[in-house]
């Protein structure tokens, strides 16, 4: 198995850092490769904020209510952008371009090309000995965080990444079976997707109980259950139309 593959497979969130900052040149390095990824028509519709102001990352930890969103080696916010693109267009080539622009497709562009940023740059920081966790938790109050940011129309804060050296080493967190989500050719709707499903709960229960901290019983399914019976962060539509994004 090559470097690369090492890297990816031993993915695990990390919550805990070290106050080492990183340099000037990890920073460069990790958004040089975060450009490398793959961009919808070479638009790259997104912008990465990154946050040193100590004063600021505070109010962030206050929305994300995660301490490591203050304590890091260096914070990253990954927003959808198309505010870029309106700013290259006359008024009069705006007026034509703004159905394009605030269109579902467009929005949709602009999440996956952030995502894919955000996924090299995550490759990337741990193929150089660093820790990462995503950060949704930001999407709490995503209206205080876009003022906090000072985010102009057509930019939308999409998800955090608290990016350091590692203070700990937690246990790798399995995965659903191959078989839930890989699909050949048609969607499968029988019952081996809920087989795949009962394996992962007894796996998962499993970690949760065995691993060196927080220990628990949990399963998957319940979790998904309780997630999705409580609605969170539903002013993220609002917002999202707000600044003129999937309007149309």
């Given at each position: 198995?090559?470097?690369?593959?090492?890297?990816?497979?031993?993915?695990?969130?990390?919550?805990?850092?070290?106050?080492?900052?990183?340099?000037?040149?990890?920073?460069?390095?990790?958004?040089?490769?975060?450009?490398?990824?793959?961009?919808?028509?070479?638009?790259?519709?997104?912008?990465?904020?990154?946050?040193?102001?100590?004063?600021?990352?505070?109010?962030?930890?206050?929305?994300?209510?995660?301490?490591?969103?203050?304590?890091?080696?260096?914070l990253f916010v990954f927003?959808?952008?198309?505010?870029?693109?309106?700013?290259l267009a006359k008024p009069e080539e705006l007026v034509e371009m703004e159905e394009t622009i605030e269109s579902t497709e467009q929005f949709i562009v602009t999440t996956i090309d952030a995502a894919l940023s955000a996924q090299n740059l995550a490759i990337a920081a741990e193929?150089?000995?660093?820790?990462?966790?995503?950060?949704?938790?930001?999407?709490?109050?995503?209206?205080r965080v876009s003022e906090l940011l000072g985010l102009p129309e057509y930019v939308i804060p999409l998800f955090g990444m608290a990016v350091g050296t590692p203070a700990h080493k937690p246990e790798l967190k399995p995965r659903l079976p191959f078989e839930a989500v890989y699909h050949e050719n048609k969607y499968k709707?029988?019952?081996?997707?809920?087989?795949?499903?009962?394996?992962?709960?007894?796996?998962l229960q499993e970690y949760y109980q065995t691993r060196s901290s927080n220990t628990k019983t949990d399963k998957?399914?319940?979790?998904?259950?309780?997630?999705?019976?409580?609605?969170?962060?539903?002013?993220?539509?609002?917002?999202?139309k707000e600044q003129k994004l999937n309007k149309r």
């Open positions: 198995m090559n470097h690369t593959l090492e890297t990816i497979l031993n993915h695990r969130s990390i919550r805990k850092f070290t106050e080492d900052k990183l340099t000037n040149e990890q920073i460069h390095t990790l958004i040089k490769a975060a450009q490398q990824a793959s961009t919808s028509s070479n638009v790259m519709a997104y912008t990465i904020i990154g946050v040193t102001d100590p004063i600021l990352k505070n109010e962030l930890r206050k929305v994300s209510g995660q301490t490591y969103v203050e304590h890091n080696g260096h927003c959808g952008d198309l505010h870029r693109i309106s700013q193929s150089m000995g660093l820790g990462i966790c995503y950060l949704g938790s930001l999407r709490n109050d995503i209206y709707t029988d019952e081996s997707q809920q087989t795949s499903i009962s394996f992962y709960d007894a796996q998957w399914s319940g979790q998904m259950i309780r997630k999705y019976r409580n609605p969170i962060r539903m002013d993220v539509s609002s917002f999202v």
